[in-house]
């Protein structure tokens, strides 16, 4: 069975990243990241701006499409202008430690909240994220149940999973997000 958990605006989430590009391109202004910032706080954007993603493996399609709309947006919205955008994909908990540890990340998508929580204590999130009409989900996931062939045991949903002599395949919810979400979810 694969049931959607909603679909996600791909509106909403190019709205999210301009906003976020705009943002950390004047803040890399200023520690020589991304343009050159004046001592009055000015901010002057490079040529062609570079944001760095630093996300966990999973929504790397999502981003796929993501990320050419914004590219294509922000040249709209900024005279013809390109932006760049670096992409690093590794597990959530490793993304996290990455950015603690210097990783130059603009935008960072993680799947568990203690790991942005590494972040958060760590001084680089000043704004509570969650306050944005996405409550800061850029997308949504489905669940998908690989059964054996013909189905025997008749698996639908997370109820059938509770029926005896079943073996479940699932990875280790202390190494992965996705294994937690799973553990959540049922």
């Not at 959530?92 to 998508?109: E, K, L």
Request: include cysteine; hydrophobic fraction near 40%; charged fraction near 15%.
């Amino acid at each position: 069975m694969v049931r959607s958990l909603g679909e996600r605006s791909p509106r909403r989430a190019i709205a999210g990243l301009l906003l976020v590009a705009i943002a950390s391109g004047c803040a890399n202004a200023n520690t020589g990241n991304g343009g050159s910032g004046g001592s009055n706080g000015s901010c002057t954007p490079p040529s062609n701006p570079v944001l760095t993603l630093a996300a966990y493996s999973t929504p790397r399609e999502a981003y796929g499409k993501i990320i050419p709309a914004f590219q294509a947006k922000w040249k709209a919205d900024h005279n013809g202008q390109s932006v760049i955008v670096q992409e690093s994909y590794a597990g959530s908990t490793s993304q996290a430690q990455n950015v603690v540890g210097g990783f130059p990340a603009d935008i960072v998508a993680l799947s568990l909240a203690p790991d942005i929580d590494v972040i958060k204590n760590a001084g680089l999130i000043t704004h509570d994220w969650t306050k944005d009409e996405q409550g800061g989900m850029v997308s949504a996931s489905v669940v998908v149940f690989d059964v054996r062939t013909d189905n025997p045991k008749a698996i639908k949903d997370y109820d059938s999973l509770t029926q005896g002599g079943l073996s479940i395949l699932t990875p280790d919810p202390a190494s992965s997000g996705g294994a937690r979400w799973n553990s959540v979810a049922a």
